[in-house]
């Protein structure tokens, strides 16, 4: 179904009722040139040393070893850091055998660096039982509460993810949608997204909350061009362009209706609130009580956006 939106992306950024995701959004190709290109040589890594990276990366890739190492090294040094030191982090594997894969290289990393890794615990997320180089494993059996009790329910998980314990979460299409924590600050993502699937998956980082400023996303599977081409269509939106015609206020009536964004009290509200203003100024608390009267459907059309 393609969504129908009245509200853009833009304007709900604009009017801070959610945060610019793509502001900081990096893939793995332009990480590596903004990292090995110093300031003392830039020429050094431009031409054949900048080829030989790029080709490097397109024959091999990186293990989940390695692109550990790069995340945690991020995580550890910003993310945690962000909004009052509480910033939490999520990782979008491409599979529920890699986000196990992840869990533990997490923990292995989180082990070398006791130090940097201090007050860091992570958990995993994926339905059912999955194999991984010949053990089953279970989301219940991986993660466990501050007594060291499986964590069986979806409340309860998100929950202990919510509390000061946690702050990495490893997901393997569960969370991706539908998942509220304004925490989080940071994605790393080794999954091909398109569309609204990138889109519901990015936005997982737009909550606003006190002290967060900003996102950042380091992206190891996608392109810039393919992310951004995915939002183009809920970033903005134009309506009603030139004359108007009556038969498409119904028109757009009519698509509106079966998201339940208003209801009839709304309406006459928004009407005898327009109607008793039509010929005053319009001063800050006229403007205040409107708002008041707009809330529950701007309320509404953030949750369409973010779930």
Do not use: W
């Not at 509200?7 to 502001?23: K, N, T």
């Not at 550890?76 to 196990?100: C, H």
């Not at 393997?172 to 569309?195: C, V, W």
């Amino acid at each position: 179904m393609r969504p129908f939106h009245v509200y853009s992306m833009r304007q709900a950024i604009e009017e801070g009722f959610i945060l610019d995701v793509l502001a900081n959004y990096t893939t793995i190709k332009e990480a590596f040139r903004l990292v090995r290109i110093s300031e003392d040589n830039p020429e050094h890594i431009e031409g054949p040393a900048l080829r030989a990276l790029v080709r490097y990366y397109k024959e091999n890739g990186y293990t989940i070893s390695q692109k550990t190492d790069m995340i945690m090294a991020n995580f550890l040094e910003n993310g945690r850091f962000q909004i009052g030191g509480r910033g939490k982090a999520m990782i979008v594997a491409d599979s529920r055998a890699n986000a196990v894969r992840y869990f533990f290289a997490i923990k292995e990393y989180m082990k070398a660096h006791p130090n940097e890794s201090r007050g860091c615990s992570a958990m995993v997320a994926f339905s059912g039982s999955v194999n991984v180089d010949g053990t089953e494993y279970t989301e219940e059996e991986l993660n466990a509460d501050i007594n060291g009790k499986p964590i069986t329910t979806d409340k309860r998980f998100r929950r202990e993810f919510r509390s000061e314990r946690k702050n990495i979460l490893v997901v393997a299409n569960k969370y991706q949608t539908g998942f509220d924590e304004p925490l989080l600050h940071s994605m790393y993502i080794d999954k091909r997204l398109k569309d609204v699937n990138a889109v519901q998956t990015l936005s997982r980082l737009n909550r606003v909350t006190k002290g967060k400023t900003s996102t950042f996303v380091l992206d190891f599977a996608n392109t810039d061009e393919a992310i951004r081409e995915s939002f183009q269509p809920f970033y903005e939106t134009t309506l009603l362009d030139g004359r108007t015609d009556f038969n498409r206020v119904y028109d757009l009536r009519t698509k509106i209706k079966p998201f339940m964004l208003y209801n009839g009290d709304d309406v006459e509200k928004y009407y005898a609130f327009m109607i008793s203003h039509a010929d005053k100024k319009q001063d800050a608390a006229a403007l205040g009580r409107l708002s008041g009267i707009m809330k529950p459907m701007r309320d509404n059309l953030f949750l369409f956006f973010v779930s």
